[in-house]
């Protein structure tokens, strides 16, 4: 088995999560933009892609999904919907 490629893949899907994650993200009024939105989230990609943060966003991951669903309130758990260069309190997952 070739690990460079499960790495490559796997970093690449981290990116493509982190990226999407970006651009669905609610922004203040100076950064809601579409060329400074698609910034951020480019970058926010880079950060998901990047495998030090990889295991960081996760462990973020998995506690959004089990707020999600043990219905928990998102409100005291606002950490957990922010990410690095934006924050997505509009999005589940």
């Given at each position: 088995?070739?690990?460079?490629?499960?790495?490559?893949?796997?970093?690449?899907?981290?990116?493509?999560?982190?990226?999407?994650?970006?651009?669905?993200?609610?922004?203040?009024a100076?950064?809601?933009?579409?060329?400074?939105?698609?910034?951020?989230?480019?970058?926010?990609?880079?950060?998901?892609?990047?495998?030090?943060?990889?295991?960081?966003?996760?462990?973020?991951?998995?506690?959004?999904?089990?707020?999600?669903?043990?219905?928990?309130?998102?409100?005291k758990?606002?950490?957990?919907?922010?990410?690095?260069?934006?924050?997505?309190?509009?999005?589940?997952?």
């Amino acid at each position: 088995m070739n690990y460079n490629k499960i790495l490559m893949y796997s970093s690449g899907a981290a990116f493509t999560y982190g990226f999407l994650r970006g651009m669905n993200a609610s922004y203040e009024a100076p950064h809601d933009v579409i060329g400074t939105k698609a910034c951020l989230a480019f970058m926010n990609g880079i950060t998901y892609a990047i495998p030090p943060y990889t295991p960081f966003y996760i462990v973020k991951l998995i506690n959004r999904i089990d707020i999600k669903m043990t219905g928990k309130d998102p409100s005291k758990h606002m950490n957990d919907y922010e990410d690095m260069f934006c924050k997505n309190y509009n999005v589940v997952f």
